[in-house]
C-alpha cells in the first residue's frame, strides 16, 4: 500500500481532569475543530464486517483504514490509512473484489461498487499534542483527540502514527505509558464513535458487526467495550 501510515491508537473514557492532567504532563492544545463524518458500505456491510473502514470527513477529504498485523495483543488498535485517493480506490476494488475502475477519484466509484452512506455524525475535537519525557524528539509526537459527538458520546483517544512495522512496539509503549499518566485501567477500552452510533440508530447492522467480529460492546456506561473506527 503506497503512500500509508500505520495508525497505533487506544481509546478511553475521558473524565473531568483529563485536560487539566495532559497540560500537567506538559500537553499542548493544538486546535479545537467541530467536523462532519460520513461512513460508506454496501447494503451488506462488506468493507466494516473485513475490517475496512471508508470515510469521508469535511475538510480533510477521503480516508480508508485498513486492518493492520496483529502482533501485540492489548486494549488498542492498528490500522493502515489511505488517503490518496487512486490507492483508496485500488483497495476498495481488491476488497470488494472487482477490477480496478480506473484512477479517478473515490466519489466517482461509489455507485459503481454498490457504496452508500450508513453513517453521518458531527464532532468536537480538543487536539492535544505531547511528548513524554525522556522521548527522542525526532519520533512522532503522541495525539491526544478529546472527542464528543453530537449524539452525545464522548471519547477520548491516545495515537502514534509510524512508518514502519518494526515502529509499532515503541509506539504502543509510549500509548500505554501515557494512557496510565491519565489514569486510564490497563485493561480499558471504549466503544468507537461509529459503533455507539450503529448500536443506537441501526441497531440491526451493529448486530451483523457484532456476529462478525466476535465483538463483546455494551452499551454507554458500562466496562468491557471494544470497538473499531469511529
Known sequence: MAHALIEVERR?????GTEKRLQELGG????QVTFWDRYYDTPELSLMRADYWLRQREGSGWELKCPGTAGVSGPHQEYVELTVEPAVVAQLCEVLGTEVLGAG???AVLGPLGLQE?????TKRSAWKLVLSGTDEEEPLLKVDLDTADFGYTVGEVEALVHEEAEVPVALEKIHSLSSMLGVPVQETAPAKLMVYLQRFKPQDY?????????REKPQGTKDPEGNLG
Do not use: C, N
Open 28 to 31: 499542548t492544545l493544538e486546535h
Open 12 to 16: 478511553f473514557i475521558p473524565g473531568p
Open 207 to 215: 448486530q451483523r458487526l457484532l456476529q462478525v467480529h466476535r465483538l
Open 118 to 122: 450508513v453513517a453521518s455524525f458531527v
Open 105 to 107: 477519484g473515490v466519489a
